[in-house]
């Protein structure tokens, strides 16, 4: 789900790299469709950002579609990652989709994952 037009703010999202001292929150002052966007700060490393669980959602052996648009604040341009993360049996696995994107405007990063598994999801 998104935040965008929603009125329940960041439900289900999470800043990943808490530890770290990453922190996410909704702005009104930039937004590429709807209301709003959500503001992630004080990333340490690029991997730090915003993320959502989505274990319920996922199955096995599986070919889902993801995308984000995504706007720099403080940066020239950078490589953005948009990666999905599981368990195979216990084992962290990941897979990555990424694409530029800058300060300018607002640019999509959309792609195919598989969740491929051997065992367990």
Same mark, same amino acid.
């Given at each position: 789900?998104?935040?965008?037009?929603?009125?329940?703010g960041?439900?289900?999202?999470?800043?990943?790299?808490?530890?770290?001292?990453?922190?996410?929150?909704?702005?009104?002052?930039?937004?590429?469709?709807?209301?709003?966007?959500? #503001?992630?700060?004080?990333?340490?490393r &690029?991997?730090? *950002? $915003?993320?959502?669980?989505?274990?319920?959602?996922?199955?096995? +052996?599986?070919?889902?579609?993801?995308?984000?648009?995504?706007?720099?604040?403080?940066?020239?341009?950078?490589? #953005?990652?948009?990666?999905?993360?599981? &368990?195979d049996? *216990? $084992?962290?696995?990941?897979?990555?989709?990424?694409?530029?994107? +800058?300060?300018?405007?607002?640019?999509?990063?959309?792609?195919?994952?598989?969740?491929?598994?051997?065992?367990? #999801?």
């Open positions: 789900p998104g935040f965008e037009n929603a009125n329940d960041l439900v289900n999202w999470s800043a990943f790299g808490v530890s770290a001292g990453v922190t996410i929150e909704i702005s009104n002052d930039e937004k590429n469709s709807g209301e709003r966007s959500v #503001l992630c700060t004080n990333r340490q &690029k991997g730090h *950002g $915003v993320m959502q669980d989505m274990a319920e959602r996922l199955e096995g +052996n599986k070919r889902y579609t993801v995308s984000c648009w995504a706007k720099l604040k403080n940066a020239d341009s950078a490589n #953005l990652d948009l990666k999905l993360r599981y &368990k049996d *216990g $084992v962290l696995r990941s897979t990555t989709v990424n694409g530029n994107i +800058n300060n300018n405007s607002w640019t999509k990063v959309k792609g195919d994952l598989t969740v491929d598994v051997t065992g367990a #999801l």
